[in-house]
């Protein structure tokens, strides 16, 4: 493929490359069931919500985070009288949620492949650093990643890091992407590119507006679509 | 101060710059004395660490894997029967752990300061990836370091990687830590230089004994003591 101004490629892990949130939310609907007798599901999905996010400071983002919010929230909603047994299915789903089977999304396994022949490629997540390292290792995409960032936060100053880190500077880099708020925004905001790419499944607490009058912002109907649209950068 | 042959400097966090072990034990002793009524104290640290070793596989290292280690445990010492209020009692324990106080160790900053004018440092880390983060932000010595690696092993592969990324090769590269067999055994492994810093509280996963015929190990009695090691290296 012919190469672009573009150097470096930052490539979001979770929902761009593989399913995540699916399984997250999986997991939430095992533990609405769970608590189905002593709590409407509504109102405990809406106090496991609220736990999420409170925590967020505390735990940061991952599957551990995601099983202690769950027990927080089942201690609450039942006023403390959640049966043991009830807490060891919130463990019992916890450990499913880190050993669930990840497969690529379609287009990723070809798409990266071609792109890695091209450019210098960093994968950048947030998350479990161990459960982060599992999956990559497990999608078989490790060796296409010229560098793995996993990171607590995706903002402004992580993006600018980056791409003089491990590139030539934000103008020729490029951030992919599903989440608007964490890989497109402040990657744009740090002076690079950001390519949007939708995924169906989408985490309450990622959701942001895609950017107005910002002429480095481009979106991909799928995955395949994104090494057209470099190339045209 | 004078420049020996090393140029760069790995240093671990936990228990060489600052307290940690000893913030797990006052939190295991507060977990024993919670299940005091349902278990004899040996009993239940026995279980409680054969949970962490088997759960490592699992939640890597970290105070999120330690407190579901910890719930689990309850849990099973119990026999399921552990009240609802201890579990809640377990996950303050936890938050409280993740919210310590972090002082550095005698000798650290100025021997850090010293050390960072004449070498390279870099922070060599396990745990959760955002409270390694939090605990240096909090101990003043992040503008110290020229990188900051928080990984999910310490192997010699690990060594390897990073002594050749951010250093000129093991030859040239020393690793400073409280650990023999996460920080100086494998970095001697890699080719490089060990050096033990010894601290009271030792973690039982951690056990380890001194390597014999390894003329990079060196022993320092207290952190102050590094500098001069190294200018001899």
Known sequence: MSKSQISLIGLDADDTLWHNEYFF??????????????????????????????N???YGFGIKGFTLSMIETALEITAG???ASVIQEILDAGRDLLAHPVETLPGVEDTVEKLASAYKLVLIT????????????QSGLGEMFKAVEIVSDKNRGTYERIFSQHGEGPD???????????????AIEAGGWGIFVPHEHVWAVEHADAPVD???FREAARFDDIAEIIEKL
Chains 1, 2 share one sequence.
């Open 25 to 54: 939310q999986l997991t939430q609907k095992r533990f609405l069931e769970l608590l189905a007798d002593h709590a409407e599901s509504t109102h405990a999905s809406a106090r496991l919500l609220e736990a999420e996010k409170r």
């Open 56 to 58: 967020l400071a505390i």
């Open 81 to 83: 009288r959640v049966p």
């Open 126 to 137: 947030k998350g479990d650093l161990f459960d982060q390292e599992r999956k990559l290792a």
């Open 172 to 186: 020729q880099s490029v951030m992919v992407g599903n989440s608007l708020k964490s890989d497109v925004v402040p």
């Open 214 to 216: 910002a002429p480095r």
